[in-house]
């Protein structure tokens, strides 16, 4: 069996008068009850939480539902099913159900069961997904760690070096200082010779 197991209920039951006021747990309560009902070989489920109520036309609204270990009988009454007489199964991880109905009180009540076997399986899977994808970043970020200390050790040496570059530069200046001085030496001289010969 999949780890998803969905089953529809289509009934057509007598359901209570639907007012503004009217606790949409309590509702949920009601419905789920009379669906178990109609399903004599089965147990008995509780509504945890309700969620997403809309009754702008008719009745929707989500559920959150437990499986029991009691069997289903007219016999026990809904206010039992909710006591510690009936306590929760370990059957289902949980069950997700939805309920629909039209103004007639006509409608759809569709669950999601989810299996705690083989839940438990896809925790384990999407928990291995997650480690292997932490032990991939961590070695993309200790690649990251290697390039960075490589490009230090680079820039490290080019900053040693640089006594040597101030040496040169220096040098250079003191050559283009001493040409400089000697051209205009130069030039003096012969102006001078010029000037001896008029």
């Known amino acids: 069996m999949s780890v998803l197991a969905a089953l529809v209920f289509f009934f057509m039951a007598v359901i209570p ?11 949920a309560k009601s419905y789920i009850y009379s669906s178990d009902l109609q399903k004599p070989d089965g147990n008995f489920r509780k509504v945890t939480k309700v969620s ?9 609204m989500a559920m959150d539902v437990l499986p029991t270990s009691c069997p289903v009988s007219s016999k ?15 059957e289902y991880e949980k069950i997700e159900c939805h309920l629909k109905l039209d103004e007639n009180k006509n409608g759809q ?10 839940y438990d ?19 993309k970020m200790e690649e990251k760690k290697k390039a960075f200390e490589t490009q230090a050790h ?7 070096s640089m006594p040597d570059v101030e040496q040169m530069i220096t ?18 001289q012969i102006l001078n010779v010029l000037l001896k010969e008029h």
């Open 109 to 118: 009540l569709k669950c999601v069961y989810v299996e705690a076997a083989e």
């Open 76 to 90: 026990l009454s809904q206010e039992q099913v909710y006591t510690d007489a009936c306590p929760v199964s370990n």
């Open 17 to 27: 008068e639907i007012s503004a006021d009217s606790d949409p747990l309590k509702e």
């Open 171 to 188: 040098k250079s200046v003191q050559q283009l200082c001493t040409s400089n001085y000697q051209y205009h030496k130069s030039i003096i």
């Open 52 to 60: 997403k109520v809309d009754q702008s036309d008719g009745l929707s």
């Open 154 to 160: 680079i820039v490290a040496q080019w900053m040693d």
């Open 121 to 139: 399986l896809a925790l384990e899977k999407l928990k291995a997904a997650s480690e292997k994808n932490l032990d991939q970043l961590y070695n």
